[in-house]
């Protein structure tokens, strides 16, 4: 009897080591979907997506290849939903997810209410305007005084529009597909947005470009406002560590090569 139960025994605890080796932890993402190139919506599957969960269709972008990389170091299984940007940090405090991997900056308002990692991409702000724009050759803020522009509701470019000399702030938008057709209508003169999502705007709008300036002439920002996190609850504090010595491993010639191949993935 006790030969058959230690034999039963050894055979459950087999059982037991092989399920803990297959099974791994879930990391819920949250990101728009709709924030390219830092993430984005595609029908088409390719090396870099993940299907979104509940709906159909994959997530694509930098924030992918940035979670696909951490979850692979961490072991652990990757879900990636779809949300709305107002409805990111509520749903991170909700539980619906773990963590927000969507070019978020880690501002001193958001930081009241979630953790931040430490920061995975550092960019700048630059103004998108037509290429017929009088204010295409503008090389300093003053230079769109009086100019209507628009950005995106609940973001840092909305903040900043109030920058401008004289601005006309229109009222924010829900998405970068609307402030896109308001500059492109003419409902807008300019809007902002980081360096790489008006890249990735110009390149599927030939009749859009881009002004960029120089320190003394453009926003003043502090490096938070250029730069973006991951966000966590408060109380996640183990894997905000070890999310941070994953990101520690990412040099920088290779965040700026994933950004790059997001943005030609665009294209």
């Known amino acids: 009897m006790k030969k058959f139960l230690s034999i039963f025994v050894l055979m459950m605890f087999g059982i037991s080591l092989s399920a803990c080796a297959d099974s791994r932890e879930t990391l819920v993402v949250g990101l728009e979907a709709a924030y390219a190139p830092f993430n984005w919506s595609t029908q088409t599957a390719n090396e870099h997506t993940v299907r979104l969960d509940g709906q159909i269709g994959y997530a694509d972008?930098?924030?992918?290849?940035?979670a696909k990389y951490i979850a692979e170091k961490l072991n652990m299984k990757l879900v990636v939903k779809a949300i709305e940007w107002d409805g990111l940090i509520p749903a991170l405090q909700a539980n619906t997810i773990d963590v927000i991997i969507a070019g978020m900056s880690p501002t001193a308002e958001r930081a009241l209410t979630v953790n931040?990692?430490?920061?995975?991409?550092?960019?700048?702000q630059v103004m998108v305007v037509l290429k017929t724009s009088q204010y295409?050759?503008?090389?300093?803020?003053t230079?769109?005084?009086?100019?209507?522009?628009?950005?995106?509701?609940?973001?840092?470019q909305d903040d900043l529009t109030d920058q401008i000399p004289n601005v006309n702030h229109l009222t924010p938008l829900e998405s970068y597909g609307a402030i896109t057709q308001a500059v492109r209508s003419g409902e807008?003169?300019?809007f902002l947005a980081e360096l790489p999502v008006a890249q990735s705007i110009i390149s599927t709008n030939s009749d859009l470009t881009y002004v960029q300036f120089d320190e003394e002439n453009g926003f003043v920002v502090t490096d938070e406002q250029v730069s973006v996190s991951i966000a966590f609850r408060k109380s996640d504090t183990e894997l905000l560590e070890q999310i941070n010595e994953v990101l520690a491993s990412i040099t920088t010639e290779q965040r700026n090569e994933w950004m790059n191949d997001a943005l030609d993935r665009q294209n």
């Not at 931040?116 to 700048?124: A, G, N, T």
């Not at 295409?136 to 803020?141: E, G, K, M, P």
């Open 136 to 141: 295409v050759n503008a090389t300093s803020l």
């Open 188 to 190: 807008a003169d300019a």
């Open 116 to 124: 931040f990692s430490d920061i995975y991409y550092r960019s700048e």
């Open 61 to 66: 972008g930098y924030d992918v290849v940035v």
């Open 143 to 156: 230079d769109f005084s009086g100019a209507k522009v628009v950005a995106q509701l609940g973001t840092l």
